[in-house]
């Protein structure tokens, strides 16, 4: 590769550079260190002071796009976070190799680790912001617990993210059609992994005996098999019920709130709901566009294609991939519905609902960003299938 070639000036110095300049002493890389913790702090209070603003805003809005975009503003308070931080310890180590001593890996680990902790610690201070304007925030029955919560995720998952790009490196220094087919690998294996990667973002336990019964119970009766069950301990009352992971490998992760807060009528209508799901792929289905528009990115980042081109292609991407992961909920609840009838799906998913503290009495009219429908919406359809009947 020649070099000074678009490729190589795209990309961060120490994906093309294993050999960075000799730098003038530790006094600087101490500097560094100490004007990255600088902006760590004011990027926590600039993403407080945004969360805060957001929260206000959202006393308006109602519980289900208010939950949301909760999800948008912390997590992608933390991306940008995230992502400052890396090129900044990337760049801070190609300009003095004191910042971070050790061979080339041990610093791309150690930009990995920091962008995470960089990440939980905006991510954390863009939720604080959110609770302290909007204290009553639905599944929020414990905000210190909620931001611990957030604070384990948000550094786990995004210092994974993180040190799998440092693994991808060889491919990214191969070219795009290697580092396409790399993503490819990456994706699945993520997906094949969702188990043990929730595991390690949630705090979770082994079921007792009493709640083990109670579950295989339930899983026998809607023909059900999972490889394990995990009871998450989530401290905040919090109303979950997921199908995790590959066929023949996954999980079912259960909160303490819905088993304490659901009768077995509802836990097996959703746990029937989420099998439809879990079997036309809806994680991957949702996932997918990111990917893809991830792909397209790389291109316009690498030069290979236009961003007049790849712009709009990568929005496109997007939006469509997320209508037809609307769609695809739809169709799974359709079939859920055959097998316990319509409206007892919808009367479970009520129930939920108002166990959860959530008010369902406001449709929004745009639903573009989202993989999820509103749950009114998908309510209303199954009270008008079983109007049908």
């Not at 948008?72 to 400052?84: D, P, Q, W």
């Not at 925030?137 to 931001?147: C, G, N, Q």
């Not at 007792?208 to 069950?229: I, P, Y």
């Not at 905040?236 to 490998?249: N, Q």
Request: aromatic letters at 6%.
């Amino acid at each position: 590769m020649p070099n000074g070639s678009r490729f190589e000036r795209s990309i961060p110095t120490f994906l093309t550079d294993p050999h960075p300049p000799i730098g003038m002493s530790p006094l600087i890389a101490l500097a560094l260190w100490i004007g990255l913790l600088v902006a760590v702090v004011v990027g926590s209070a600039i993403a407080a002071v945004v969360g805060y603003l957001f929260g206000r805003l959202s006393r308006r809005r109602r519980d289900e796009t208010a939950t949301r975009w909760t999800n948008v503003v912390t997590v992608g308070s933390a991306t940008i976070a995230a992502i400052s931080s890396w090129i900044v310890v990337d760049a801070a180590s190609s300009v003095e190799p004191a910042f971070v001593p050790g061979p080339e890996i041990g610093s791309n680990l150690v930009a990995a680790i920091v962008a995470g902790v960089v990440a939980g610690i905006v991510g954390t201070a863009a939720l604080s912001g959110i609770l302290r304007a909007r204290p009553d925030l639905p599944h929020v029955d414990d905000p210190a617990a909620t931001r611990r919560q957030y604070a384990r995720y948000l550094t786990v998952l995004f210092l994974g993210v993180f040190a799998l790009v440092t693994l991808i490196t060889p491919a990214i220094r191969a070219g795009p059609g290697a580092l396409v087919v790399a993503l490819a690998v990456l994706f699945v294996c993520l997906w094949a992994l969702a188990p043990l990667i929730s595991s390690v973002t949630s705090r979770t336990r082994r079921p007792t005996k009493r709640e083990r019964d109670r579950l295989e119970e339930l899983l026998a009766s809607v023909d059900t098999g999972v490889r394990g069950v995990r009871i998450v301990d989530s401290g905040d009352g919090r109303l979950s019920l997921e199908l995790s992971g590959a066929p023949r490998g996954r999980y079912l992760f259960v909160s303490e709130g819905a088993l304490s807060n659901l009768e077995d009528g509802t836990l097996r209508a959703m746990l029937v709901a989420r099998r439809e799901q879990a079997a036309r792929f809806e994680r991957l289905v949702a996932v997918a566009p990111i990917f893809a528009a991830l792909v397209v990115v790389i291109g316009m980042v690498l030069g290979d294609l236009s961003i007049v081109v790849g712009g709009p292609v990568a929005v496109v991407v997007v939006l469509g991939g997320f209508a037809l992961a609307r769609r695809l909920r739809y169709r799974s609840d359709a079939r859920a519905a055959q097998r316990i009838g319509a409206d007892e799906l919808a009367d479970a998913f009520e129930r939920a609902a108002e166990a959860a503290g959530f008010d369902l009495a406001e449709t929004p009219g745009r639903n573009w960003l989202a993989t999820n429908p509103p749950l009114q919406t998908r309510i209303d359809r199954l009270r008008a299938e079983n109007d049908r009947k």
